[in-house]
């Protein structure tokens, strides 16, 4: 009895010893993960563009729904446009004015705005990995009240404001620099926000962009996602 008493204080020690070890990084970085290990959540994703400052074609509201191991619906807003996005691993597709295409048919779509979407969608990671992904483009994560928040690297700053282009051509960010913070209910993750700030050459132009994006999670273990079947055919 007295055995099993004494093993258990030691559990007990032992875990708050390894709860004591904890970072702040690794407090998001769990929450992250244990939002991610659900079976299911949504989200709300919203983006300003301080003075309005590029990135115009890249502000509006996206709607998400995601499954562990399914499938993730977006719902993409841009000005007066919505965009509807199925995605399942590294495959997907979009809906265009001609029904779903997968995400590499619509690729190879220089008219429209297909090509732009589905270039998005590719570069597109829920927000369990992208939190994790900004924990560790982050230089160092205090906790503060209730929000955890640290400064991003010149590099972490520079691939948010590459807007996801890719090659040669892709113009290279400038006097970029970055903030991030999280907020942790209950364990898991339930808010991040991060700002970007840089400068784009865009066609002999050089553009100063000041972008904040906040992402807030709910309907954690309850959410529904339901994926007509022509998506699901083409996001093979």
């Given at each position: 009895?007295?055995?099993?008493?004494?093993?258990?204080?030691?559990?007990?020690?032992?875990?708050?010893?390894?709860?004591?070890?904890?970072?702040?990084?690794?407090?998001?970085?769990?929450?992250?993960?244990?939002?991610?290990?659900?079976?299911?959540?949504?989200?709300?994703?919203?983006?300003?563009?301080?003075?309005?400052?590029?990135?115009?074609?890249?502000?509006?509201?996206?709607?998400?729904?995601?499954?562990?191991?399914?499938?993730?619906?977006?719902?993409?807003?841009?000005?007066?446009?919505?965009?509807?996005?199925?995605?399942?691993?590294?495959?997907?597709?979009?809906?265009?004015?001609?029904?779903?295409?997968?995400?590499?048919?619509?690729?190879?779509?220089?008219?429209?705005?297909?090509?732009?979407?589905?270039?998005?969608?590719?570069?597109?990671?829920?927000?369990?990995?992208?939190?994790?992904?900004?924990?560790?483009?982050?230089?160092d994560i205090k906790k503060a009240d209730d929000a955890y928040s640290g400064d991003l690297t010149e590099d972490g700053a520079k691939s948010l404001l590459a807007f996801g282009r890719r090659g040669g051509n892709a113009p290279t960010p400038t006097n970029t620099k970055g903030s991030v913070k999280f907020w942790i209910a209950d364990g898991l993750l339930s808010k991040y926000q991060y700002n970007v700030q840089g400068t784009i050459n865009f066609n002999g132009n050089d553009v100063n962009i000041n972008r904040t994006t906040t992402v807030e999670v709910k309907d954690v273990g309850t959410t529904k996602v339901d994926v007509p079947d022509e998506a699901k055919q083409k996001a093979t």
């Amino acid at each position: 009895m007295k055995k099993g008493m004494m093993l258990g204080t030691l559990a007990v020690l032992s875990g708050a010893l390894l709860a004591a070890d904890l970072t702040p990084r690794d407090e998001v970085k769990n929450a992250a993960k244990a939002l991610g290990d659900k079976a299911n959540y949504s989200w709300h994703s919203t983006v300003e563009n301080a003075g309005g400052g590029g990135g115009r074609g890249m502000a509006g509201p996206t709607d998400g729904k995601t499954e562990k191991d399914g499938y993730t619906y977006l719902t993409v807003t841009r000005g007066n446009n919505t965009t509807e996005i199925v995605l399942k691993g590294d495959k997907g597709a979009v809906k265009t004015a001609d029904g779903w295409q997968s995400l590499a048919d619509a690729s190879q779509n220089n008219n429209g705005p297909g090509r732009f979407i589905a270039r998005m969608a590719q570069n597109f990671k829920a927000p369990a990995a992208e939190a994790s992904d900004l924990a560790d483009k982050t230089t160092d994560i205090k906790k503060a009240d209730d929000a955890y928040s640290g400064d991003l690297t010149e590099d972490g700053a520079k691939s948010l404001l590459a807007f996801g282009r890719r090659g040669g051509n892709a113009p290279t960010p400038t006097n970029t620099k970055g903030s991030v913070k999280f907020w942790i209910a209950d364990g898991l993750l339930s808010k991040y926000q991060y700002n970007v700030q840089g400068t784009i050459n865009f066609n002999g132009n050089d553009v100063n962009i000041n972008r904040t994006t906040t992402v807030e999670v709910k309907d954690v273990g309850t959410t529904k996602v339901d994926v007509p079947d022509e998506a699901k055919q083409k996001a093979t």
